[in-house]
Structures are given as structure tokens and as C-alpha cells.
């Protein structure tokens, strides 16, 4: 079983950055691939970015060169560096880990973002 829990959400404003925090407890293994959701009001969950074991990271467009995923696996914890943040941007922020065929998520942190 694994466990994962966001932290470092909160009320930013516009131009802002916020960094959020993963940190992932149980049977971890070493091939996984560790990837950010999320998901504003009246819309369907989405993805921001993942990065996968080796450190190769992939994110959309909508945030390419804004957001940066990083992970400390001494610490079995995913990081996402959020700069010059958007109101569009205002949403609950999950952590996902995918594993051996299975997949798990984090009870979310919100974002948001004054413009």
C-alpha cells in the first residue's frame, strides 16, 4: 500500500509562487512514475505534469515554462515549483503515484490564486 500526502497549498497572488510537496509512504518501488493533477470547480480533474524515474519530466502546455517537478528519493518526495501563477491556475492540486499497474492519490491541497 502506499500513502500520499500534499502539503504547501495555499492563497497566492497573481505573479505569485507557491511549492508544493509530495511525500509518498509504503511500498515504493523504484520504477514508478510520480505525476501532479488537478482540478479547478466544475471541471474534470487534469493533468499538470509527471516525472518518471530517471528524472525525465513532461507537462502541459498550460503550464511549460511556468511549473517545475522535481523528487528527492532519499525522501520518497515529489515537489511542484509554481511560478508566476495564474488566477486560472486556482484549483485543488493532487499528487498521483503509478506503480505496478496501479495507481494512487493524495487527498489534495487547494490553490488559489487572487487576481
Known amino acids: 500500500q502506499v500513502h500520499l500526502v500534499e502539503s504547501g497549498g495555499g492563497l497566492v497572488q497573481a505573479g505569485g509562487s507557491l511549492r508544493l510537496s509530495c511525500a509518498a509512504s509504503?511500498?515504493?518501488?523504484?520504477?514508478?512514475?510520480m505525476g501532479w493533477y488537478r482540478q479547478a470547480p466544475g471541471k474534470q480533474r487534469e493533468l499538470v505534469g509527471v516525472?518518471?524515474?530517471?528524472?525525465?519530466?513532461n507537462y502541459a502546455d498550460s503550464v511549460k515554462g511556468r511549473f517545475t517537478i522535481s523528487r528527492d528519493g532519499a525522501k520518497n518526495t515529489m515537489y511542484l515549483q509554481m511560478n508566476s501563477l495564474k488566477p486560472e491556475d486556482t484549483a485543488v492540486y493532487y499528487c498521483?503515484?503509478?506503480?505496478?499497474?496501479?495507481?494512487?492519490w493524495g487527498q489534495g491541497t487547494q490553490v488559489t490564486v487572487s487576481s
Open positions: 498521483n503515484l503509478a506503480q505496478v499497474g496501479r495507481q494512487y
Open positions: 509504503g511500498s515504493i518501488f523504484s520504477i514508478n512514475v
Open positions: 516525472i518518471v524515474g530517471g528524472g525525465t519530466t
